[in-house]
């Protein structure tokens, strides 16, 4: 039986989530994770050994190394061939700077600590949850635009709580963090983009796209075991020339779960 994978300390989260190739084209997405890009920020950027940098992530000198490798191999993708990168998901956690050598706070802040999105109370152990893109009763079709989530606490088959959460106009990669961050078991909405499928799918949140009409009806029928979706969703709602990042439904992760 393989040895449990220990998680890796990261300071914190990137400044972006995602990236996208000026003229646009998609030629693929590249996930590159938190725990991938820390090494990355720590050795190319900061300059730190491999020894240096296992020793602030906690982590042997050999995984640090493998992890560089993966990651400049990704990297090196997104350049060569154009691909989209998206920073999501890894086996980590997050420093509260409390650590040897590190700045407390950190230098990286949590963007839900920061005037961003909010955080839900946490879900009891038996509790689902599951979150909703919502506009005005309805399904939101586009993930990386709502405005709002609904969410749902259900225990024993039957919704206890419901909650609307604002997004302020957090980004593509803001929102599938916050799924992850709040305990959100599963996911419906209209359409969304590979980078945040993969993040979900990494972090083990199950995701009904394709969905439209009430959100509370759609909520009811996954209940029911009737809820009809698209498991081939996908989100045609770019707009490379929006900004940086442009409209790629990119994500990011925010944690393994079990890492915390």
Same mark, same amino acid.
């Given at each position: 039986?393989?040895?449990?994978?220990?998680?890796?300390?990261?300071?914190?989260?990137?400044?972006?989530?995602?990236? /996208? $190739?000026?003229?646009?084209?998609?030629?693929?997405?590249?996930? &590159?994770? /938190?725990? #991938?890009? #820390?090494?990355?920020?720590?050795?190319?950027?900061?300059?730190?050994?491999?020894?240096?940098?296992?020793? @602030?992530? #906690?982590?042997?000198?050999?995984?640090?190394?493998?992890?560089?490798?993966?990651?400049? @191999?990704? *990297?090196?993708?997104?350049?060569?061939?154009?691909?989209? &990168?998206?920073?999501?998901?890894?086996?980590?956690?997050?420093?509260?700077?409390?650590?040897?050598?590190?700045?407390? $706070?950190?230098?990286?802040?949590?963007?839900?600590?920061?005037?961003? *999105? $909010?955080?839900?109370?946490?879900?009891?152990?038996?509790?689902?949850? +599951?979150?909703? =893109?919502?506009?005005?009763?309805?399904?939101?079709?586009?993930?990386?635009?709502?405005?709002?989530?609904?969410?749902?606490?259900?225990?024993?088959?039957?919704? =206890?709580? #419901?909650? %609307?959460?604002?997004?302020?106009?957090?980004?593509?990669?803001? *929102?599938?963090?916050?799924?992850?961050?709040?305990?959100?078991?599963?996911? +419906?909405?209209?359409? +969304?983009?590979?980078?945040?499928?993969?993040? %979900?799918?990494?972090?083990?949140?199950? %995701?009904?796209?394709?969905?439209?009409?009430?959100?509370?009806?759609?909520?009811?029928?996954? *209940?029911?075991?009737?809820? !009809?979706?698209?498991?081939?969703?996908?989100?045609?709602?770019?707009?490379?020339?929006?900004?940086?990042?442009?409209? =790629?439904?990119?994500?990011? !992760?925010?944690?393994?779960?079990?890492?915390?």
């Amino acid at each position: 039986m393989p040895r449990p994978q220990r998680c890796r300390r990261v300071c914190g989260y990137p400044g972006s989530f995602s990236f /996208l $190739p000026e003229g646009g084209g998609d030629r693929g997405t590249v996930l &590159l994770t /938190l725990d #991938e890009f #820390e090494v990355i920020r720590l050795v190319d950027l900061e300059g730190m050994s491999h020894a240096q940098c296992a020793q @602030r992530m #906690e982590v042997s000198r050999t995984t640090v190394t493998e992890i560089c490798e993966s990651a400049r @191999r990704k *990297l090196a993708l997104c350049l060569v061939e154009g691909r989209r &990168l998206v920073i999501a998901g890894g086996h980590y956690r997050l420093c509260d700077g409390s650590a040897p050598g590190c700045a407390a $706070p950190c230098r990286h802040k949590d963007p839900y600590q920061s005037g961003g *999105l $909010p955080r839900l109370e946490k879900k009891g152990r038996n509790t689902m949850r +599951i979150a909703v =893109t919502y506009e005005n009763g309805s399904i939101f079709q586009h993930f990386g635009h709502t405005a709002q989530f609904k969410v749902y606490d259900v225990e024993n088959g039957a919704v =206890t709580a #419901e909650t %609307l959460v604002d997004t302020c106009g957090s980004g593509h990669g803001a *929102l599938a963090g916050f799924l992850v961050e709040n305990g959100v078991d599963t996911l +419906i909405c209209g359409g +969304i983009g590979g980078g945040a499928q993969m993040a %979900l799918a990494q972090a083990g949140i199950r %995701l009904y796209g394709g969905v439209s009409g009430s959100a509370d009806e759609a909520v009811k029928a996954l *209940l029911e075991g009737t809820l !009809g979706y698209d498991p081939n969703v996908r989100c045609d709602h770019h707009d490379h020339g929006h900004g940086g990042e442009g409209h =790629t439904c990119g994500s990011h !992760g925010c944690g393994s779960h079990g890492c915390h």
